[in-house]
């Protein structure tokens, strides 16, 4: 069992910068494909980044050049940088765990990220 605790969510201004991290019971690195998804009102969830178990990266096109994602693997911890932050990047942040040769998927429970205009 792996649990994944988010941190670092909050408001900021239109322009402006958060690290989100996403801290692991267990060890995942290495296992695990790490990936950071959002939910705004009313849209279904998108994968925004990911990090897999090898540490090659991937990122969403509304986020290229803004995000980026990275790993601590001495902490268990997946960090996911935004910066140029945009209105539109508001909502529920939620960090991913997956294993599709264990067939084992984990979730955290969501950190909020609001950007005012």
């Known amino acids: 069992q792996v649990q994944l605790v988010e941190s670092g969510g909050g408001l900021v201004q239109a322009g402006g910068s958060l690290r989100l991290s996403c801290a692991a019971s267990g060890s995942v690195f290495g296992i695990f494909n790490m990936g950071w998804y959002r939910q705004a009102p009313g849209k279904k969830r998108e994968l925004v980044a990911s990090?897999?178990?090898?540490?090659?990266?991937n990122y969403a096109d509304s986020v290229k050049g803004r995000f980026t994602t990275s790993s601590d693997n001495a902490k268990n911890t997946v960090y996911l940088q935004m910066n140029s932050l945009k209105p539109e990047d508001t909502a529920v942040y939620y960090c991913?765990?997956?294993?599709?040769?264990?067939?084992?998927?984990?979730w955290g429970q969501g950190t909020q990220v609001t950007v005012s205009s």
């Open positions: 991913n765990a997956a294993s599709l040769s264990l067939n084992l998927d984990y």
């Open positions: 990090i897999t178990s090898g540490g090659s990266t």
